[in-house]
């Protein structure tokens, strides 16, 4: 049985290893037609084969650089590109003044000659000096200012510039405990390794005003530091001495209470504190003991952006303690038995705004004659009207441009009575809206016959002119009626009726209000 099993598996191996024997064809027309399919196929394989090696080279163009090792080359278009930004950079970055300044230097024409006296010294000297500032005045528009017959130029570099940005939107938009910790320049230690912060009054005024830089080395908790024995002896505050700021108590300087309700008292006009002091006036008759004033301070300071913003910090030591136990004693008595009328309180709040404007003023450097120049008196009206800074330096050239040769000055009472005639804004804007009604026209003429109306001050005709040169932009001799009155507002209020926010968390506040009362749409279905 094994023996079967073997012989056939062999012939089964043996027929699978054996060549198949081709049939030949020996018909013609069995040839031709092999022929005929051989050719097809060819043709069809060699069209296939070209197709095959297009795509392969296609794939390789487009899936491959730099076959080989060789180098890229950079399209036109992308190089002009680059190009093109490097240059933008360049542009940005570059001082032009300072390119300009370099190629065309100053040339003196009498550098050769030498003066035969002292004063032919001095006179050509400071004449030619004025002249060549003043034509790089109009050039650059850079801040001059005239001192002692002689004009020196402040210039303010990129650094000087960002610094006065971050402490304008400080100004505007933080809190006022970091306001006062940044602005504040006094420390004075007290008991217990603790220190109390002060600001001076120069301080106070730079805390308000835009554009005003804080010395370098003094910023946010950076103080200059004293001892409290002898702190009256070191500083020379340069106040009078029945000034407001002495009522204060604390050599003439400014707790962080203080800063809160001196900034209150300069924020609300005087129409509200008579409402206030009415409405808690039990009696009636016109006063208020210490108690009722107390409450018509903090109600007041609650209607000011300034209260609404503030939130004590008892980690910095900055927290409203109430109204100062020496203007206390100043409105009320030692015996706190006395009681504050209406008249009195409006008279502080006067003398308040008479002394930060003095202080304005005497920062301006007055001459020996005791005027500022006229581009100074126009920086202090326009220290608050927020205009944009090319829009500011055209205003300040035409007054320069203007009072240049027969500039006379301001005086500090031209510069009072104004401010006192801006004190009665709201009245001088009705005033000028019935000229505006009745289609007559506001010339220097009829500003002073309303300031005398209204607010009871003459203006001096160079004031006026000022003014006028100012605000008339398209040079008719007439004002501007409502970029005035917009502009002297701001001036006025100094900013402080602004909100100190930047307005998102209102409207997220109105937003999730309105989601919350509407009624969906689907439910009215």
Not at 230 to 241: P, R
Not at 322 to 350: H, R, W
Request: proline share 3%; with cysteine.
């Amino acid at each position: 049985m094994s023996v079967l099993r073997f012989l056939v598996t062999r012939q089964a191996l043996a027929a699978l290893t054996r060549p198949r024997t081709l049939n030949i064809i020996q018909n013609p027309a069995q040839i031709a037609y092999a022929s005929t399919l051989c050719n097809q196929n060819s043709n069809h394989n060699a069209k296939d084969l070209t197709k095959s090696s297009a795509n392969l080279s296609l794939m390789q163009t487009r899936g491959h650089k730099r076959f080989g090792h060789q180098e890229e080359k950079t399209p036109s278009v992308t190089k002009y590109f680059h190009m093109f930004i490097l240059s933008l950079f360049l542009i940005s970055v570059m001082d032009w003044g300072k390119v300009k300044r370099m190629l065309t230097p100053k040339v003196d024409a009498d550098a050769g000659q030498r003066p035969s006296s002292a004063a032919d010294v001095n006179g050509e000297d400071k004449s030619s000096e004025s002249e060549s500032e003043d034509s790089e005045d109009e050039e650059a528009g850079s801040d001059l200012h005239l001192h002692e017959g002689k004009k020196i130029r402040e210039k303010v570099g990129f650094r000087e510039r960002k610094i006065i940005e971050y402490e304008n939107r400080i100004r505007q938009f933080s809190t006022p405990d970091k306001v006062f910790r940044y602005f504040a320049t006094i420390q004075v230690p007290v008991a217990d390794d603790r220190h109390e912060v002060y600001m001076t009054p120069t301080d106070f005024l730079t805390s308000m005003t835009p554009g005003m830089k804080q010395p370098d080395g003094l910023g946010l908790d950076q103080y200059r530091r004293y001892d409290p024995k002898s702190v009256g002896e070191q500083l020379n505050l340069h106040l009078e001495k029945n000034s407001i700021f002495y009522k204060l108590g604390s050599y003439g300087l400014i707790t962080f209470s203080d800063y809160i309700f001196l900034l209150t008292v300069l924020s609300i006009s005087r129409r509200h504190f008579e409402i206030a002091f009415r409405m808690f006036d039990l009696n009636g008759d016109g006063d208020v003991d210490c108690e009722e004033f107390e409450m018509v301070a903090t109600l007041v300071r609650q209607q000011t952006s300034m209260g609404t913003r503030h939130r004590d910090h008892a980690n910095t030591g900055n927290t409203f303690k109430g109204v100062n136990s020496a203007l206390i004693t100043y409105f009320f008595g030692p015996n706190m038995d006395e009681k504050l009328t209406i008249e009195k309180f409006l008279d502080f709040q006067e003398q308040l705004q008479r002394e930060i404007l003095s202080l304005e003023f005497e920062r301006k450097e007055p001459n020996d004659e005791g005027n500022i120049t006229e581009a100074d008196f126009a920086e202090l009206l326009l220290a608050y009207a927020g205009y944009p800074l090319k829009k500011k330096q055209k205003k300040l050239k035409r007054v320069k441009r203007r009072f240049r040769d027969h500039g006379k000055g301001i005086s500090k009472q031209d510069y009072l009575d104004f401010f006192h005639f801006l004190n009665n804004i709201n009245d001088v804007d009705t005033a000028l809206t019935f000229y505006h009604i009745a289609g007559a026209s506001i010339d220097q003429q009829t500003l002073q016959h309303v300031a005398k109306t209204v607010a009871m001050v003459n203006l001096s005709d160079h004031v006026v002119d000022v003014v006028f040169t100012i605000f008339d932009e398209n040079n008719d001799n007439q004002l501007s009626n409502k970029e005035f009155i917009s502009v002297m507002k701001n001036r006025v209020q100094r900013g402080l009726e602004k909100p100190k926010d930047t307005g998102f968390l209102k409207m997220m506040r109105s937003v999730f209000k309105c989601a919350k009362e509407t009624k969906p749409v689907l439910l009215d279905i």
